[in-house]
């Protein structure tokens, strides 16, 4: 089955840095890779998301982009504000009906203004 | 478009009663709901994947007569913790989607945090 790992686990950043987050996934098959933040007490909200047939995809100040042959996706944030602060996940499945996504371990970003 | 709505937001309970949870898909039909559990710190692991009309599909190690899932409608889920302990405080997160999403991330709900006393 598929398994993502995702570092790092926290990342401290001053406001205005760039912050950069990076997963790696090991079933071949899947093929859309989602990012959510998750915000104390509530439930993932989606921010981004990338499929296999596109390298890179942006989003204002966010961007991911994504190295099938390797395996492994990365999550881009620009001028980070305090309001980035979060947990991050990273997930991945395989782009058919029904199926499950796999999330990373998670990424607690704090935004130091 | 894609709402989820998910209540309670919270909920205390005594130990030895039972706590029901409810997802509902508020703009359109979800044809399937996952069920996840998330412990503080850590990563959302799924629970159970429930399509409407048929019974839940639980992950390994997850008690299937503790947390009874029921998937009626199109736009309703329930999770029921059964004889809820203190072992079972945690977040609960459900998720849908619906054949007209495919290809789209799922909508989660905003989550239950079950505190059993």
């Known amino acids: 089955g598929e398994n993502v790992e995702q570092h790092p686990s926290t990342l401290s950043v001053q406001e205005g840095d760039s912050a950069v987050i990076k997963c790696t996934y090991s079933?071949?098959?899947?093929?859309?890779f989602p990012w959510y933040k998750q915000e104390l007490g509530k439930g993932p909200q989606l921010i981004i998301d990338i499929r296999s047939n596109v390298g890179e995809k942006k989003d204002q100040r966010i961007a991911v982009t994504l190295n099938k042959t390797a395996k492994h996706f990365s999550l881009h944030i620009t001028e980070t504000q305090p309001e980035d602060s979060a947990v991050y996940f990273c997930a991945a499945r395989r782009d058919n009906y029904g199926q499950n996504f796999v999330f990373g371990p998670g990424t607690r970003l704090s935004v130091l203004p | 478009g894609a709402v989820v709505s998910q209540h309670p937001s919270w909920v205390i309970c005594k130990s030895g009663t039972s706590v029901k949870i409810e997802c509902r898909s508020l703009?359109?039909?979800?044809?399937?709901m996952f069920w996840y559990r998330q412990f503080p710190k850590q990563s959302l692991m799924l629970m159970a994947t429930s399509n409407e009309g048929s019974k839940a599909t639980y992950e390994q190690g997850v008690e299937k007569d503790k947390f009874l899932i029921n998937h009626a409608s199109l736009t309703l889920s329930t999770l029921t913790v059964t004889s809820a302990h203190p072992e079972d405080s945690s977040f609960y997160i459900c998720?849908?989607?619906?054949?007209?999403?495919?290809?789209?991330?799922?909508?989660f709900g905003s989550g239950t945090r079950l505190t059993v006393v």
């Open positions: 703009d359109f039909q979800a044809t399937t």
């Open positions: 998720s849908a989607t619906g054949q007209a999403k495919i290809g789209y991330g799922y909508t």
């Open positions: 079933d071949s098959a899947s093929n859309y």
